[in-house]
């Protein structure tokens, strides 16, 4: 047993030497060009100029996104579009929160707790959504779905009704409510409403949904779901000739 133990770690050891090496080559590298850029120049002065020139090129290909990365990491500090614990929403639909920025990269966290290390210049690229903070506006509407034979004007009295009992809800702007889609059953209601920046949006959403089933409730009027027509067609027995 402890053999095999002693045969692990050695392993191990040697997996992390190796990994070190081939972590260590670019600076290798470096200092073998930095050898030959002193041997020419105590030989040959032009040929110095043409292996530095092209040494500087292969350098700036080899690190051209990096380079980038900076650059771009620099105009985000610059320009500051979001800062630290705001919530942005990337191009693939992705919420997550700024945690940190370095000059290569940014790092957000999402829901999961997962963590999204994004270089800055993709991040530079993408068209981002920001969204709004405590002491910001945070505007959401919800689609209500109520039987036809209801009076638009008492359901929307009552849709009223629910979202002014709503702590969590902003008074000003005030709760707007429009009957969106009358061509179909069931009846299509939009509520518009505003909350306290982004975060606050999750709290009073069970509140607002909590606040209109009761006022529904006592009113005798169901919440439904979307009606779906459904056919079937029977086939007809193959003619015999």
């Known amino acids: 047993m402890v053999a095999g133990t002693s ?36 030989n040959d002065f032009p040929r110095l100029t043409l292996v530095a020139g092209a040494f500087a090129a292969v350098l700036a290909f080899a690190l051209r996104q990096t380079l980038t990365d900076v650059v771009s990491g620099v105009a985000l500090s610059i320009e500051r579009p979001f800062r630290r614990r ?7 639909g992705t919420i997550a929160e ?21 270089p800055n210049a993709q991040l530079a690229r993408q068209a981002l959504r920001i969204l709004p903070k405590s002491g910001q506006l945070y505007a959401d509407t919800f689609t209500i779905l109520v039987s036809g034979p209801e009076d638009p004007e008492r359901v929307k009295s009552l849709l009223r009704e629910a979202a002014q009992q709503c702590q969590a809800l902003l008074p000003r702007p005030a709760p707007v409510i429009r009957l969106a889609d009358a061509s179909s059953l069931p009846y299509r209601y939009s509520l518009w409403v505003h909350f306290d920046g982004y975060m606050s949006s999750f709290a009073g959403r069970a509140e607002l949904f909590s606040n209109i089933h009761k006022t529904f409730t006592e009113a005798g009027i169901e919440v439904t779901t979307e ?7 029977r086939k007809r027995p193959a003619s015999r000739l």
């Open 98 to 118: 700024v945690i940190d920025m370095d000059w290569r990269a940014t790092h957000l966290r999402g829901w999961d707790r997962a963590i999204f290390v994004v």
């Open 227 to 233: 009606v779906q027509d459904v056919r079937f067609e």
């Open 7 to 42: 045969r692990e770690a050695s392993t191990h050891e040697d997996a992390e030497t190796i990994a070190a090496i081939v972590a260590g080559l670019p600076v290798y590298g470096v200092c073998l060009f930095a050898g030959l850029l002193v041997f020419l120049a105590a």
């Open 86 to 92: 705001d919530w942005v929403v990337l191009e693939d």
